[in-house]
């Protein structure tokens, strides 16, 4: 039987980017005889304005039995004013941490083709290609207690608690560890030991768990010099793992290396290898229904999903051999335009990677 795909478009300019995504789904699915089904339902603002949460149960239920799910990009300034109880984050949030997706896997690869298009030198990010490893589903942006309170004296104070526990750091560390063996066999978890007891006893324990892969070379670094050293000399980096908030800022700054959060694809794992693929970026309002934004983050993610969930590497590989071919070809969206590249819509981007997929 085909693999059954659970389609999220969330809002901005998620339904434009999945559109070109779905094409190239559909494309591979005849070519290759992957016999793969599909389904929509609304995850964001779109399921705010539809059921008044931007996560329905039903929907939750339907993301239990996909065997991989598709996700735009949620959020706008239409939602802005919600309580924060239904925010369309909070969809994201929900199911990130209801289906245990807790490894966040955000390759950062530079396209020779796109080194003009990159805020660094030539010299520092040509050749780039570092893996993030970002803890999904604990850390800071989960930990209880959280909230604003009022305090005797009147004033309000906002708190949120930064937490990991042994188990939590042991499976993220294992993730990256395992990721690393599949490449430069380095690993550099990043966490702020000199300060946060939570990453003190995050260092000790991935420590240990070096033990288990001594094939793998394991460093440390403080976050504030890992940002640094990301725009210094992002190349001596192989794999980096991280908690959720470090893994969240490290990971956009790694983003503009490789021209532009367009290019940037994400997976979202749980134990098994079952997942949720996005790209880095969000909804872009501002470029939102102009056609304008660059679908290959969504296209990449959909080859990561072949790679990591579905079992068709092959096929994984094809997509990203189309996109390479779409950039020699010149095109380009104008997040990435550069003098002398061809400049397309959204769609045209989208059908470029279907031409040259046949
Ligand atoms: P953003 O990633 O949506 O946009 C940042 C900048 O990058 C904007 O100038 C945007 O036009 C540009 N950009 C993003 N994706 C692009 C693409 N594919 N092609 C060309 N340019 C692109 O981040 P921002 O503005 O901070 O957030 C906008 C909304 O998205 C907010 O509501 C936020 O909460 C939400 N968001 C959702 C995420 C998700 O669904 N995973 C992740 C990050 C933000
Ligand atoms: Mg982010």
Redesign the pocket.
Known sequence: MGKHILILE?D??GPE?VREARKVLDVINAKFDLGMTFENELM?GCAIDVHGVPLADSTLERARLADAIL?G????PKW?KLDRSIR??KG?LKIRSQLGLYANLRPALLYPQLVDASSLKPEVVSGLDILIVRELAGGIYFGEPRGIRVLENGEREGYNTYKYSESEIIRIGRTAFEMARKRNRKVCSVDKANVLEATMLWREVMDTLHKEYPDVELSHMYVDNAAMQLVRAPKQFDVLVTGNMFGDILSDAAAMLTG???MLPSASLDKDGRGMY??C???????AGLG????L?TILSVSMMLRYSLGYPAVADAIEVAVGKVLDQGFR???IYTEGTKKVSTSEMGDAVVAALQ
């Open positions: 969330g901005g300019i980017i964001g996700l990009a949620v959020g706008g802005d369309p984050e994201l532009s959060i367009g996005e790209p970026h969000g909804s872009a309002p501002d470029i304008i934004a660059n679908p983050a969206t104008a997040d």
